[in-house]
């Protein structure tokens, strides 16, 4: 199984900043697609970006875009999520999957899958 350790995750204010981290601690991340995706309590995992391991392309959900932006970092084999202007609807805890393929979106079963521990985004005045 895969395994990719999200950190970065804290308490901002609204319109505050955080980067996120995804790193993979056996997968060399840099040739792959890799995702982020999140879930705020009572509701139902969401895609939020991703950034193709064939073209370096990078997608991102119509609630966040113009805010986050994905990015690599393979000198520390990460895929990085800059998160500016957070917004009371940004809170959930974050996650970050591959299905070991270079495209874009990251399936549905891997998403649901994951079983990683994410980490927590909360934004609060």
């Known amino acids: 199984q895969v395994q990719l350790v999200e950190s970065g995750g804290g308490l901002v204010q609204p319109g505050g900043s955080l980067t996120l981290s995804c790193v993979g601690s056996?997968?060399?991340?840099?040739?792959?697609?890799v995702g982020w995706f999140r879930q705020a309590p009572g509701k139902e995992r969401e895609r939020v970006s991703c950034?193709?391991?064939?073209?370096?392309?990078?997608t991102y959900a119509d609630s966040v875009k113009g805010r986050f932006t994905i990015s690599r970092d393979n000198a520390r084999n990460a895929v990085d999520l800059q998160m500016n202007n957070l917004k009371p609807e940004d809170p959930a805890r974050y996650y970050c999957?591959?299905?070991?393929?270079?495209?874009?979106?990251?399936?549905?079963?891997?998403?649901?899958?994951?079983r990683g521990p994410g980490t927590q985004v909360t934004v609060s005045a």
């Open positions: 999957a591959t299905d070991e393929t270079q495209h874009c979106p990251i399936s549905d079963h891997t998403i649901l899958g994951s």
């Open positions: 950034i193709s391991g064939a073209t370096g392309a990078a």
């Open positions: 056996v997968l060399t991340l840099d040739y792959y697609a």
